[in-house]
């Protein structure tokens, strides 16, 4: 599949809005970058951050998982497998232009990243607000609460646009999180990408200890993690973070510092 096709896909499966679409930014740059974004998110979220680095002269191609930018409950349908699927697919293109893939996450986007780093080889991860442990102290029944409860409220996000998320977060996602945990948490040593990882004490969604046993289990050599205040909360590339710039340019000089190695 090439790039219309994810577009073309995203239309089919019912994204109405375009700013729900991927996208793709490209330069001449033999580096390029894939943004993914977060449980009941949509490349909205990655896009300001992708305008950023774009900037810098490198493709950026941003991600739409499937079930997102459509409605709860098209997501409450899909497995996470479908999400890798998709994240595979998108790298598998950009090989295919670019010599050296980098990637960033947002939140459930860096798990499916890892997932990828596990079969293929990534120039480097920058990982927003990763986790091992969703907060909410029923996440981990949600294998049996989907059917009890197949949807849960989302809080309102200051500063965040309404649009931004889902209104609802499907419980049955919340069981392919967890399972997607669950695969990724014996395997973690085996990863050898460069990371940087990134958690906020302000986190309302994640445990951000899971966060840091996730850095610390990781097998990579370089990496590091840093771990912002209590005033910053889970999206670092929201406009409602208070370091929403210092996570950009550390995402960028992250980048930089990579590929100019020889």
């Known amino acids: 599949m090439d790039f ?3 577009v073309k896909q995203a239309c089919a499966d019912g994204v109405a809005s ?29 896009r300001p951050l992708a305008e950023f680095l774009y900037t810098e002269g490198v493709t950026c191609l941003g991600v739409r998982l499937p079930g997102h930018g459509t409605t709860p ?3 409450a349908k899909k497995r996470w497998e479908d999400w ?17 893939i980098y990637a960033v996450g947002m939140s459930t986007g860096c798990l499916l990243l890892l997932a990828l780093a596990l079969k293929h080889r990534l120039g480097g991860l920058a990982l927003c607000s990763p986790y091992l442990k969703v907060k909410h102290h029923l996440a981990g029944h949600a294998g049996w609460l989907q059917y009890l409860r197949p949807f849960h409220p989302t809080p309102p996000i200051a500063g965040t646009r309404q649009d ?8 049955a996602g ?23 990882a990134l958690n906020a004490a302000g986190d309302q969604t994640v445990n951000i ?16 993690h840093i771990r912002f205040g ?33």
């Open 4 to 6: 219309s096709g994810f």
């Open 18 to 46: 375009t700013e729900h679409l991927p996208f793709l930014l490209e330069s001449s740059s033999p580096h390029a970058v894939m943004l993914v974004h977060g449980f009941t998110g949509s490349p909205l979220e990655m």
């Open 73 to 75: 409950h098209d997501l």
């Open 84 to 100: 890798f699927a998709t994240v595979e697919d998108s790298f598998l293109w950009l090989t295919r232009q670019h010599r050296q």
């Open 164 to 171: 931004a998320y889902y209104r609802q977060r499907p419980v």
């Open 174 to 196: 919340v069981h392919q999180i967890n399972r997607l945990c669950r695969y990724l948490k014996p395997q973690l040593q085996a990863i050898n990408a460069p990371v940087l």
């Open 209 to 224: 200890e899971s966060g840091r046993q996730l850095y610390e289990k990781l097998g990579s050599v370089a990496k590091i």
């Open 230 to 262: 209590s005033d910053t909360p889970h999206v670092l590339t929201d406009q409602s973070s208070p370091q929403r710039e210092t996570v950009f340019h550390l995402i960028r000089e992250f980048i930089t510092e990579l590929h100019d190695l020889p």
